[in-house]
């Protein structure tokens, strides 16, 4: 609302600028002016026909340690609501609300429950609110809950650098082998990462969704997911174009970028279902990550077979596609709320389809043929190829 | 690929469907700058936990460790309560009539109310006379009983009473059913003898018996038409010497869908979730103990009475002067079943002596109560 340059021309009343500022003024009254009218008088009040407000109630996080449960809850109903008890496996516990009290609309607390949880067993709580509504939270395998301690770091470290850096350091080991391809070759590797980068901002918009569905109706998840998306690619668009478009080492950085965002969502994922207990994460499902993953340095070692980099730029490759992996376990599996996890895989999968776009014009400028290189036969299988391989390893994973 | 892996919904039947965000931390959490509620306090929350407004004290806290609702119902404005319904008998005006007949005349009104039937959950229902059970009727075998019946709820209702009587007067569609606004005066003799009880019987049946509409009906033997257990009938009759020894409480079983998905999230004896559980019902060593149970749960197929450490003598219905199972520590009642429980602590010792339903689900859910075993009740 402050765009002045959009505001009318002045009235010649007016004096100079600061008569402009005052012609903000009443729409803005007119607005106060009715609203208020409106909660002075109850104009509505003959549309409640005595229905009970609508409850929701979100269960963003749980903490499960020794002999208790905790959960950190968000009220989004139309009105104020009050938790006024709270069953663990239909039985009715005592439990304290931090902070006591009605919950406004969008508020959250933390409702902790002394409870004694059974390892690796399921639990459902239930919470009953004042109307006697019920929202559940359901602990499909209790297992308490992480805590930061070096171990623990250790092992998490462990599986998201098995996961995420040691298959894209794998992947860019084919650089040598690659460099000798030729333009059909090259058009090949290019599409093939155009094909698994389709597959990952499907993947990543899937699980955005998800987490969007999850979250409080307040935060109006889909649309939070596309918003971010889309600002995702349009910011990355901006810095990306700063000189030119990117080529060479610059765009296996914007193609690592992407994929890193990815792999941080993969992490996000496996950390948060090993946290829950819902996932037991064996040597299998690790190592079907891993090789899931391997595409992804070829993909970011296509764009710079034709420029010699240092080894350090390789190294820089493999941790910034790779390492996001270790940040999203370490972060997966300790408390994260839906709709920030939501957030920032929509980012995510703006961000990996821009790499798309540019890994797309890469290759068209890069053929003799313009425009005409992407429904090549090359380009299909190479694209395919990518997709497939993908979908293929995925399965080996799918819980 | 990775939804499967966010996926924490186990996929269970569910009022409105939520899924458990994924865990975490505290110590993480209480760095987390999300503008959220800070984790510090409860992680520092190392005490077991009570209401700051109802901490429960004493002996029967050890009892139940923590498995109860949590706060107190606030009775006065609910306008009764559960200690006092224990023993609230309604005998109505008793007039005689020209022919030596003994006439006794109750007063029942409709009353759509909300009530709270646990501490801070409010449910909307249909009342006789404001409470929930309705009034606890309670006459001689052999009197004439007219029941002045009015509705000023928002539906029609009835007074189906478990009893003998015309047809005209069975509270049943086209034989005193009442719209709103509307009047019937029920009329018939009391009989047989028993624990009966009452209840609306406009349909649908389900939804008026579970919002509400139920109560006692208890008819007291004419010790004079039962010379061969004379003793007997005068202690059951109200205002004898002989009942005045006895302990005489009404439970009525019953429980409260407050979801209406078909399932109830409330269970008590009289309405009220754990009220006998945070109040102890005071009970001599000296005097027997004799229950008028009545269950009219609704969406269970059964209901039960177990008592600890102990054995009752139990009459079906109340319907005999001799017990129809002797000696037993458990009862199952199907809805509108009802009876009788006779017993002492005479050779107990005193102290907390629990009753509960022994289907543990209902009783974890509110209905399980205790007995505060006293030498004497003052």
Known sequence: MNGTENVAKAPPSSQGNGGRWLWLLPPFLLLAAIVGWLFATDQFANLSRGAPPIENLTIERSVLEDGRMSFLVRAGGSEAMAIAQVQVDAAYWQFVQDPMGTL????????????????????????????????????????????????????????????????????????????????????????????????????????????????????????????????????????????????????????????????????????????????????????????????????????????????????????????????????????????????????????ILQVILEVSLYLVRSSLSGASVLISPVSLSGFFSGMIFMYVTAAAVKI | ????????????????????????????????????????????????????????????????????????????????????LLTDWDGGIVEILPDGMTLRTFEVEVEDKEIEIAPGVFFPAWTYNGRVPGPSLRAKEGERLRIIFRNFGSHQHSMHFHGIHAARMDGVPGAGMVEPGGEFVYEFDAKPFGCHLYHCHAFPLTRHMHKGMYGAFIIDPDPALHPEHEEVARSRLLGTPENAKWQEMMMVMNGF??????????????????????????????????????????????????????????????????????????????????????????DHEPGLYMFHAHQSELAELGWMGMFDVVEDVT
């Open chain 2, 1 to 84: 690929m990775l939804r499967s892996w966010f996926r924490f919904d186990p996929g269970r039947r569910r009022f409105f469907s939520l899924v458990a965000a994924a865990v975490g931390g505290a110590a993480w959490a209480a760095g987390n700058a999300s503008g959220q509620t800070s984790h510090g306090d409860h992680a520092q929350q190392e005490t077991p936990p009570t209401n700051a407004a109802s901490a429960i004290m004493g002996d029967h806290q050890i009892a139940h460790g923590g498995m109860i609702t949590v706060g107190e119902v606030d009775n006065a404005r609910n306008g009764f309560d559960p200690d006092a």
């Open chain 1, 104 to 351: 406004e609309r969008g508020q959250t607390a933390w409702i902790s429950i002394p409870y004694p949880w059974v390892l690796g067993e399921s639990h459902t709580v239930k919470f009953v609110t004042n109307t006697g509504a019920t929202f559940e939270a359901v602990i499909a395998a209790a297992v308490p809950t992480p805590t930061a301690t070096a171990g623990q770091l250790r092992s998490q470290t462990l599986i998201g650098a098995v996961v995420g850096i040691l298959p894209v350091t794998v992947g860019l080991m084919f650089y040598p082998a690659l460099r000798n391809v030729g333009r059909q070759g090259m058009t090949f590797l290019l599409a093939l990462t155009v094909g698994l980068l389709a597959f990952l901002f499907v993947d990543t918009l899937e699980a955005a969704f998800e987490l969007a569905g999850a979250a409080a109706a307040l935060f109006q998840g889909p649309v939070l997911v596309l918003s971010a998306a889309a600002a995702g690619f349009l910011c990355l668009t901006a810095i990306g174009r700063r000189s030119g478009t990117p080529q060479g080492a610059a765009l296996a950085f914007y193609i690592a970028l992407g994929i890193g965002l990815h792999n941080f969502g993969e992490g996000l994922a496996i950390g948060a279902a090993f946290a829950t207990g819902l996932a037991g994460l064996g040597t299998f499902l690790v190592v079907g990550f891993a090789v899931h993953n391997i595409t992804e340095g070829i993909g970011i070692a296509a764009p710079i077979l034709k420029v010699r980099p240092p080894l350090r730029t390789f190294v820089a490759l493999a941790l910034i596609a790779g390492g996001p992996a270790v940040l999203g376990i370490w972060i997966g599996s300790m408390a994260f709320s839906p709709q920030w996890a939501a957030l920032f895989l929509g980012i995510g999968a703006g961000a």
């Open chain 2, 257 to 346: 869908d407050t979801n209406f998905d078909g399932e109830n999230e409330f269970y008590a004896a009289n309405t009220i979730a754990h009220c006998y559980a945070k109040k102890p019902i005071r009970v001599s060593r000296n005097m027997p103990v004799r229950i008028y149970l009545i269950n009219v749960t609704e969406f269970d197929p059964i209901n039960s009475f177990h008592l600890h450490a102990n054995f009752f003598d139990y009459f079906d219905q109340g319907t005999t002067l001799t017990p129809t199972l002797k000696t037993v520590d458990l009862i199952m009642q199907c809805q509108a079943q009802r009876g009788i429980l006779e017993f002492h602590f005479r």
